[in-house]
C-alpha cells in the first residue's frame, strides 16, 4: 500500500519561511512525478510540481520565493517556502503520480497546515 507522509507545515509570520517534506512509501517501482497542491477556501492550485527528470513547474503566485526538490533516492519530495505571505496561508498536499506494483496511479498525502500570520 503507497502512503505519502508529509511533515513540515505550521504557523510563521510574514516573511518568514518553512520547508515541507513528503515521503512515500510502499512497493513503488517507480515515481513519474511529485507535487504539491494548496487547498484554500473555495479553491485548489497546483503551486509546484517536479517530473522525474528534474524540470519543474510553479504557480505564478509562489515564483522566485517557492523551490521545490526532490531525493529520488529517498522517494522524497521538498517545498522550500521563502518570504512567505499571509494569502499563502492553506492546507498543502502532497500529490505523486507513480507505479507502484506495476500499476500507475495518482495518490494524495493527508495534508498538512501552513498559516501565515501576524
Known amino acids: 500500500q503507497v502512503q505519502l507522509v508529509e511533515s513540515g507545515g505550521g504557523l510563521v509570520q510574514p516573511g518568514e519561511s518553512l520547508r515541507l517534506s513528503c515521503a512515500a512509501s510502499g512497493n513503488i517501482f517507480s515515481i513519474y512525478s511529485m507535487g504539491w497542491y494548496r487547498q484554500a477556501p473555495g479553491k485548489r492550485e497546483l503551486v509546484a510540481a517536479i517530473a522525474s527528470g528534474g524540470s519543474t513547474n510553479y504557480a505564478d503566485s509562489v515564483k522566485g520565493r517557492f523551490t521545490i526538490s526532490r531525493d529520488n533516492a529517498k522517494n522524497t519530495v521538498y517545498l522550500q517556502m521563502n518570504s512567505l505571505k499571509p494569502e499563502d496561508t492553506a492546507v498543502y498536499y502532497c500529490?505523486?503520480?507513480?507505479?507502484?506494483?506495476?500499476?500507475?496511479?495518482?495518490?494524495w498525502g493527508q495534508g498538512t497546515q501552513v498559516t501565515v500570520s501576524s
Open positions: 500529490n505523486a503520480d507513480l507505479n507502484a506494483n506495476w500499476v500507475r496511479n495518482n495518490y
